[in-house]
């Protein structure tokens, strides 16, 4: 059952070590254009906006139909639902960042020196003008670190949130693909109960946040609540600002799909009460 989430960095060869890998291991791959087909659907937007805004080109307009919030949740829920079925590699989306603390998951980051990005980058787009090649693996660079900032609060950059990183500008591709295997094989990654039970808790906890914030988007008391889970055991805290309508939804988070039991630890500010 393995699970591998990889950082995504452009011009260091990182799509083609997740393709050795995962041809290698016998495992699917969920990039970018999977993930922005299902995450369009649920937002009921066009592909290719929910692309340009994760990559940080969305228009104004684009910008103004995007929820941040409502994007991070859904692309959170997506990762790990994927997560759970095992026997995959997640290239990208912040799934090293999401995914860092159950122990089974390999979190991998592939780096490379600017100066092989460029060159690589300028191969595959057949141009020669390397300023323009830099500021654009800078651009990407700065859009991928604030999505992750903004969904994780994390740098991506930082090594200690990932079980190893490869320097392909110094490491091949074969090298990073039998690098891993080998991690895997160790047995290092290899599942348990607890880190099963772990993964699931995550997922639940997102299921819950995404049907919370469906309910209280609209409303500036009752948004930004705060959901763990636990074997199953979900805590709901914050503020809301109508206990009846909350009751009502509390019914509805119960049903999910996962969830035991629903401790409500929230508390009652009515709108009008100044807030």
Known sequence: MAVIAMTREMGTRGKDVAASLADELGIDIVHHELVEKHLADRL??????????????ASLWERWQIDPKRLSRFSSEEILERAMRGNVLIRGWGAAQLLRDVSHVLCVRIC?????RVDEMKRRLGV??????????ERNDDAHGRVTQRQFQTDWRDPTGYHITI???????????GLLRRLLESGACEPSDNSRAQLFDKLIAARVTTALDAEFSGSPVGSGLRVTAENGHVTIQGV????SDYRRLLEQVREIDGVKSVAD???SIPMNYGV
Request: proline content about 2%; hydrophobic content about 35%.
């Open 44 to 57: 009921n937007l066009e592909e290719s906006a929910v692309h340009r805004f994760l990559e940080g080109e």
């Open 112 to 116: 490379a020196p600017m100066s092989v």
């Open 128 to 137: 020669d003008d390397t300023r323009a090649v830099e500021r654009e693996i």
């Open 167 to 177: 320097n392909t500008g110094y490491v091949s591709v074969d090298v990073a693909t």
């Open 240 to 243: 809301v600002s109508s206990k």
């Open 265 to 267: 630890e929230t508390v």
